[in-house]
T-cell receptor, first 112, second 113 residues
Framework: SQQGEEDPQALSIQEGENATMNCSYK?????LQWYRQNSGRGLVHLIL?????REKHSGRLRVTLDTSKKSSSLLITASRAADTASYFC????????????FGTGTQLKVEL | SAVISQKPSRDICQRGTSLTIQCQVD?????MFWYRQQPGQSLTLIAT?????????ESGFVIDKFPISRPNLTFSTLTVSNMSPEDSSIYLC??????????FGPGTRLLVL
């Protein structure tokens, strides 16, 4: 079953704009991971954020985690056409044995 | 990060047949997993591949349909048995690293006719 819901389901922006995707989950987690998937190919790992962390950065990516609201957000700054992909959040539930439970995903389209 | 390969990358199969997918990692890993991604959907965990013992299956997945082997710390196979068109999906293996990060293979795209 899906642990997370992602919002929006689809997002279309212009190159250079920022893109924000949100992920909500239901139960206590050890960590939350964000992935990118291009055209139904394999998943590329973007960032892992642990339950005791509130914010992490990697290049143009910024991830926040609010465990009180059971939510996370992924911000992509200065987007490029190459950022066009599906983005998934996935959680490792506390006591869940390192298994990932995926959200529903956000389809991002960055237009020139 | 670990380098993960899968074979085959894609296949078209007839209903009623079986397909075995291989997952090879370039380093020893403690945990390996198999996921399914149905068309237009998110990923769902099929099972955890345990080295030297039977795989641990998630609700809705059974060993007779998805037998899994893991003979060592770098290799695993997933078989999709007695296939039907509903099994058309992308099948992905993943590995857990000490950093708690899970990395995924490139996936096997399966079409069942």
């Amino acid at each position: 079953s899906q642990q997370g819901e992602e919002d929006p389901q689809a997002l279309s922006i212009q190159e250079g704009e920022n893109a924000t995707m949100n992920c909500s989950y239901k139960t206590s987690i050890n960590n939350l991971q964000w992935y990118r998937q291009n055209s139904g190919r394999g998943l590329v790992h973007l960032i892992l954020i642990r339950s005791n962390e509130r914010e992490k950065h990697s290049g143009r990516l910024r991830v926040t985690l609010d465990t009180s609201k059971k939510s996370s957000s992924l911000l992509i700054t200065a987007s490029r056409a190459a950022d066009t992909a599906s983005y998934f959040c996935a959680t490792v539930v506390t006591g869940g044995g390192n298994k990932l439970t995926f959200g529903t995903g956000t389809q991002l389209k960055v237009e020139l | 990060s670990a380098v993960i390969s899968q074979k085959p990358s894609r296949d078209i199969c007839q209903r009623g047949t079986s397909l075995t997918i291989q997952c090879q990692v370039d380093s020893q890993v403690t945990m390996m997993f198999w996921y399914r991604q149905q068309p237009g959907q998110s990923l769902t965990l099929i099972a955890t591949a345990n080295q030297g013992s039977e795989a641990t299956y998630e609700s809705g997945f059974v060993i007779d349909k998805f037998p899994i082997s893991r003979p060592n710390l770098t290799f695993s196979t997933l078989t999709v048995s007695n296939m039907s068109p509903e099994d058309s999906s992308i099948y992905l293996c993943s590995v857990l690293e000490l950093s708690e990060t899970q990395y995924f293979g490139p996936g096997t795209r399966l079409l069942v006719l």
